[in-house]
Structures are given as structure tokens and as C-alpha cells.
């Protein structure tokens, strides 16, 4: 899908231009604090066909980028507490910047391949991602994998092993250990994990609900294995995919400037940090996670019809 046809489909609004972007498109004329009904759908139209969309010159308060995220979807608080802004919970701080001696947030988040709680029995498809501090010499960026692309790519016999399959996620592999966790050993610590958030099956292939297209639904960081699989075929299979989805060809970049608000769909998008590591400079995000009001894929929309 051209992806600069899409964002040209709204260049004939007064107020609101788009760009393409090397990957998705930039946004400006609009105010988040202030979008009208209208423009909120315009953007999630194309937020959907361009799989990511940077909404520019943006000025938005806690409260101001919380009521937005709740005119575009339904947010929901990240699982576990000690990510959540101190005032705004449905804030998820990525963080590495002290105040008074003491972290805000966490630190050195998301720097792997995944995608925003794919882990999760209901994962939240639209993440918002908001800089409040920015590296002074090192531009931060953000690298993203469109697995609709990759899945349009790969050869016929690797779709015909995924047709019908399912893929097993988990987060307990990238879990960050707190310093109320001394004390306890690593079984005791991946078990409570499990009992927080057990694994989840999730098809391996999905029909978006909105553009349907198939796209892979998987990534390295989160994806254990392949359900009813044997150990050997699944570490295969999954290292064949992965390997060839984190390739060049498919890797795209967005280079972050403050008043920038990226908003992105995971159901497409695979994406990792940009940090640098050995080099890293005070930074800040402030993450939202949403649901949309749609499943995961498009079956899940027939077979509710149909019960």
C-alpha cells in the first residue's frame, strides 16, 4: 500500500496537512488539546492505512495528552505500577532522569524488538508517544518493522507453516527487576510474573479489521514459541521470520523533535528504541497504550457476529 497516496487523500483540508514520512506521515494544522470530532477520525483513518502517524508542533499538558488519548480510544494503565506518572497513571514514563536523588519512571525501556503488550490476553493496538526530554547530542529515534510488509514478503512455503498456527507471547523474559524483588530468587520471580500476566496464545497471521491486510503478529521480545509446536520447530521457524523481518529492507527509522506526538498501530508495527548505548543522555517519554474499539483481527469481528 503507498502509503504517501494515503496522506495526499487529506491534503485538501484547509487545516489539516500531511506529509509522507519514510515511514507513515507527519500531521500538522491540527491542536490535540483542542481536535474536533471530525479530525480525530480523519486521523485515525489514517493512522490505520499509513500505520503511523507524527502529529507536529504540539504543546500538551499531562492532563491535556490524557484527554486526548480518551477522544481517540479507550487508554488503559500499563499492568505494573511503577511505570505510571505519579499524578496521570494512564502515563507510562520511559524515563532515565532523577528528581531529588530518586528515578522517575523507568529506565532503559523497550530497547528489543516487540510489540506495545502483545503479551497481553487483550493487548492495546494504539500506542501515543511523547517526548518531554530529549538527548542534547544524540537525535533519539525510534526504529519500527511494518509486518504487513513482512508478511507480503515471505516465501510461500514459510506462509503455508504459519497458516493457522498460533504464536505463544510473554513479557517475563524482559521483566525489570525491582529493588523490592532482593531478596527473592529468579524462579520465584518468573512465577509471580506468570501469575500476574501467564502467557497467551495469539494468531500467528491476522486480517487487520480495519484495511484487511494479513500481517505477521509477532516479534522477538514477546514471541516464546509456536502453540503445539515441538521445540525445534518452533526456534526455527521463528528465527527464520525474525531474522528476515529485522533485515534493512524492512527497518524504517522516525527521528523524534520535542512538540512531536508519534502515534502508531501495533498490530502493524514491530518496533525498538533508539538509544545508544554507552552514550546515553537524560531522556523522557510519556507513553499511552489504547484499545480502539476493534479486535485484534478480523475473524474476531465474525465470529462475535456469528455467537
Request: proline share 5%; charged share 25%.
Amino acid at each position: 500500500m503507498d502509503a504517501s497516496w494515503w496522506c495526499g487523500h487529506f491534503r485538501r483540508s484547509k487545516l489539516m496537512k500531511t506529509a509522507p514520512l519514510d515511514l507513515g506521515c507527519s500531521v500538522t494544522g491540527v491542536n490535540a488539546a483542542k481536535a474536533t470530532k471530525t479530525e480525530i477520525k480523519k486521523l485515525r483513518d489514517l493512522l490505520y492505512k499509513n500505520r503511523l502517524i507524527v502529529l507536529k508542533d504540539q504543546n500538551l499538558t499531562e492532563a491535556q495528552y490524557c484527554d486526548f488519548a480518551k477522544r481517540v480510544g479507550n487508554p488503559v494503565p500499563y499492568l505494573q505500577d511503577n511505570y505510571h506518572h505519579p499524578e496521570f497513571p494512564l502515563i507510562f514514563v520511559s524515563s532515565n532522569v532523577k528528581k531529588d536523588g530518586k528515578q522517575i519512571g523507568v529506565a532503559r525501556t523497550g530497547g528489543y524488538w516487540h510489540s506495545d503488550t502483545s503479551f497481553e490476553k487483550d493487548p492495546k493496538f494504539i500506542t501515543m508517544l511523547m517526548p518531554k526530554v530529549l538527548p542534547k547530542n544524540f537525535a533519539r529515534s525510534t526504529r519500527f518493522i511494518d509486518m504487513a510488509a513482512v508478511y507480503k514478503a515471505l516465501p510461500a512455503a514459510t506462509k503455508k507453516k504459519l497458516a493457522g498456527r498460533e504464536f505463544m507471547h510473554t513479557g517475563k523474559m524482559r521483566y525489570k527487576v525491582r529493588t523490592q524483588d532482593a531478596g527473592y530468587d529468579i524462579f520465584e520471580i518468573l512465577a509471580t510474573i506468570d501469575k500476574l500476566c501467564p502467557a497467551v496464545r495469539h494468531p500467528a497471521v491476522i486480517e487487520h479489521p480495519y484495511t484487511k491486510e494479513k500481517v505477521l503478529y509477532g516479534n522477538r521480545g514477546f514471541t516464546l514459541s509456536i502453540a503445539d509446536a515441538s521445540l525445534d520447530e518452533s526456534a526455527s521457524l521463528l528465527k527464520e521470520i525474525f531474522d528476515f523481518a529485522e533485515t534493512p529492507r524492512f527497518v524504517k527509522e522516525v527521528q523524534w523533535s520535542m512538540g512531536d506526538v508519534i502515534i502508531w498501530d501495533n498490530r502493524f508495527l514491530g518496533h525498538t528504541s533508539g538509544r545508544n548505548e554507552g552514550l546515553e543522555e537524560e531522556t523522557m517519554m510519556y507513553r499511552i497504550t489504547l484499545q480502539d474499539g476493534m479486535p485484534l483481527c478480523a475473524s474476531q469481528i465474525n465470529s462475535k457476529v456469528a455467537a
